[in-house]
């Protein structure tokens, strides 16, 4: 392999793993928020409330435990703060959906092809050992940075309004309830740079 080939494969393939790294990051510190609402519906010490959290090794039913915790909360809770039993489920709703996006960052098996021009990309790899891979199968075709950038981006803008939901719950006399964050779109994140 030529050096030049040499570089642009280790930019290719470094790029490609800063982008799932910061799906992970911030898909994490989505549910580390998430498990802070969480908390505030346990009765008692909120303290006490997250090793039940942490106890249950799936994101998801993590989230549907929010769900639950939601749905046996007294109507009372709600008075001050009308609008959360729907911003709430619409938060659940959206983490739900870009659970399936994440998954598919972290877990489709991805090659490094080289063009007929001497560049190189990081794909989903849905041809041979994998052929019938569902995860490769929804980001085939997929420019993946974009893909995952987008992801990254999408787990901020929500980690954010959990972020900002968890002290207007606790205080909802001294917070304003904040408007639901603008999902951002991929076209917004196609100068992402290869390296």
Same mark, same amino acid.
């Given at each position: 392999?030529?050096?030049?080939?040499?570089?642009?494969?280790?930019?290719?393939?470094?790029?490609?793993?800063? /982008?799932?790294? =910061?799906?992970?990051?911030?898909? %994490?510190?989505? &549910? @580390?928020?998430?498990?802070?609402? *969480?908390?505030?519906?346990?009765?008692?010490?909120?303290?006490?409330?997250?090793?039940?959290?942490?106890?249950?090794?799936?994101?998801?039913?993590?989230?549907?435990?929010?769900r639950?915790?939601?749905?046996?909360?007294?109507?009372?809770?709600?008075?001050?703060?009308?609008?959360?039993?729907?911003?709430l489920?619409?938060?659940?709703?959206? /983490?739900?959906? =870009?659970?399936?996006?994440?998954? %598919?960052?972290? &877990? @489709?098996?991805?090659?490094?092809? *080289?063009?007929?021009d001497?560049?190189?990309?990081?794909?989903?790899?849905v041809?041979?050992?994998?052929?019938?891979?569902?995860?490769?199968?929804?980001?085939?075709?997929?420019?993946?940075?974009?893909?995952?950038?987008?992801?990254?981006?999408?787990?901020?803008?929500?980690?954010?309004?959990?972020?900002?939901?968890?002290?207007?719950?606790?205080?909802?006399?001294?917070?304003?309830?904040?408007?639901?964050?603008?999902?951002?779109?991929?076209?917004?994140?196609?100068?992402?740079?290869?390296?």
């Open positions: 392999m030529r050096a030049g080939r040499a570089e642009e494969t280790r930019e290719a393939i470094e790029a490609y793993c800063v /982008a799932v790294g =910061l799906v992970v990051y911030e898909w %994490n510190d989505l &549910h @580390a928020k998430l498990a802070q609402l *969480f908390a505030l519906f346990c009765e008692g010490d909120r303290r006490e409330a997250l090793p039940d959290w942490y106890a249950v090794r799936s994101d998801a039913k993590q989230r549907e435990m929010l639950c915790a939601m749905t046996e909360t007294t109507s009372d809770r709600w008075k001050k703060s009308p609008r959360a039993p729907n911003d489920k619409w938060l659940l709703d959206r /983490a739900d959906k =870009l659970a399936i996006d994440r998954n %598919n960052a972290i &877990h @489709a098996p991805c090659s490094l092809y *080289f063009g007929g001497g560049s190189s990309e990081v794909m989903a790899a041809r041979s050992a994998n052929a019938g891979n569902p995860r490769a199968k929804n980001l085939e075709g997929k420019d993946l940075l974009i893909e995952f950038h987008w992801c990254a981006a999408y787990a901020v803008r929500l980690g954010q309004f959990a972020g900002m939901l968890a002290p207007t719950m606790a205080s909802p006399d001294h917070y304003e309830w904040p408007a639901r964050p603008k999902i951002p779109s991929r076209p917004d994140l196609s100068g992402v740079s290869r390296g």
